[in-house]
């Protein structure tokens, strides 16, 4: 007797029926390490691989259990999955559909925190060098935290009590719960569009990890770094810390020490005020009393009681002074001019035509010109020869070449 054959579709869900007819495999704890993971944006559906050293089985999250995940999975993590195994019958797979993922070894708030600390701090969003210093003086300081609760009071009293001209502007939220992030998200929102506060305190007062928990949301914390005013973070008690204390630019150990840093102490202002008007009453005292001293002094001189006696005395020295030293001066020009006149003089007296007449030259001479050679006259010319004692009038009878 020959058996109908199956189609292949026929097998893998009777395959599928099987496995789900198993109430062991109805409900199924398994842990291992996520790998090959992607997130199908679209659908908000999780596929990924889920291994040990020795084995291996394809997962797939659907985004109604997706959406419950308190961590970013991503590969490399130790996981604990519970859901069911079926099998995908188009490709004929089995695979594990996992309804609930929980981290294995830390707590899924821990692990959370941690992923959204490490993106942050890489993004430079913790960089000490964007911190910005808070205002000394805020006219205007806004306060984010519940209208309820020991905080709010502690720090509208504080803030009154140190430095009552700060305004305050109360902006009531959830800080716990489903409501928190997304009613502090609109409240910063729309104190950045009002523009009117110098400074933002946002936190609340202590409690446990999960009540904390609004103020570690990544959205939170990126939009408390876009503020354009310096923001103090105070969350809980002071061993507490959550992603906004990192983010924000000064972090307060409680929601007190925070309205403590937003704004000066009156009392210390006054006190620092009141040292610096004494400071500077010293000051002014002590120079008005050594301009004073000086005062007396230049007035009790000899010189201002006898000015100008004393103005004439010492102009009077100075120009007798002064006359003694241009008369040296002159007389020592003078003599020099004199020898140098006198070098002249005999220079002058040795280079004369009369000097050299008087040792028994003449110098003849033909139309008031000195004749120099015989060629400059002709027999016959009348010519003057000048001696030491006078001057002959003479006629050339004759010339000749002297041709040596």
Known sequence: MQTRALTVRQLNMYVKTLLEGDVRLASVTVTGEISNFKNHYSSGHLYFTLKDNDAAIRCVMF????????????????????????????????????EEMNAAGIGDISLQFEQVKARLEKEGLFNPENKRPLPRFPKTAAVVTSDTGAAVRDIINILGRRWPQTEVIMCPVSVQGELAVPEMLETLDRLYALGRADVIIIGRGGGSAEDLWAFNSEELARKIYASPVPVISAVGHETDFTICDFVADMRAPTPSAAAELAVPDCKEVQSRIQKCRSSLYSALLAKYNYSKTRYE??????????AEETLISVRSETLDRLYDRLSVISQRYIETS????????????ALSPLKVISRGYSVAQSGGKILRTVNDVEIGDNITLKLSDGMLKCSVLDKENNIG
Not at 67 to 92: A, N
Not at 297 to 306: D, E, M, T
Not at 338 to 349: I, K, Q
């Open 63 to 98: 985004r109604s259990f997706a959406s419950r995940i308190r961590f970013t999975p991503e590969d490399g993590l130790q996981v604990i999955l519970r859901g069911r195994v079926s099998l995908y019958e188009k490709d004929g797979q089995y695979q594990f559909y996992a």
């Open 297 to 306: 002094a230049v007035s009790s001189s000899r010189f201002l009681k006898r």
């Open 338 to 349: 004199e020898n140098a006149l006198a070098g002249l003089s005999s220079r002058l007296d």
